[in-house]
């Protein structure tokens, strides 16, 4: 079975950066689309920015031109790097696996704390 395992959130005022990791353990990781998702209290997770294994990127509008996903395939991870964070930024940061050989399968990290002050 796949594991995630998220890290490098915390706690950031707003205009400042960060990055986040997350290792992915497990088998065959270039089929995978991996991505990154964000949920705040009392909302829905929701998509952040997604990567495929020939490096197309996806990213969701409120994150455009802020966020930038990347992944190493030959180290099996991949980091989202957050520039001018924003309050409204603040969530827990999750790491997805996603395939689509043998059916679709996903996979989740733990999720990884990341607050933005004002």
């Known amino acids: 079975q796949v594991q995630l395992v998220e890290s490098g959130g915390g706690l950031v005022q707003a205009g400042g950066s960060l990055r986040l990791s997350c290792a992915f353990s497990g088998s065959r990781f270039s089929i995978y689309v991996m991505g990154w998702y964000r949920q705040a209290p009392g909302k829905q997770r929701d998509l952040v920015a997604s990567i495929t294994s020939g490096g197309s990127t996806n990213y969701a509008d409120s994150v455009q031109g802020r966020f930038r996903i990347s992944r190493d395939n030959a180290k099996n991870t991949v980091d989202l790097q957050m520039n001018s964070l924003k309050p409204e930024d603040t969530a827990v940061y999750y790491c997805?696996?996603?395939?689509?050989?043998?059916?679709?399968?996903?996979?989740w990290g733990q999720g990884t704390q990341v607050t933005v002050s004002s």
């Open positions: 997805n696996a996603r395939t689509y050989y043998f059916g679709t399968t996903n996979y």
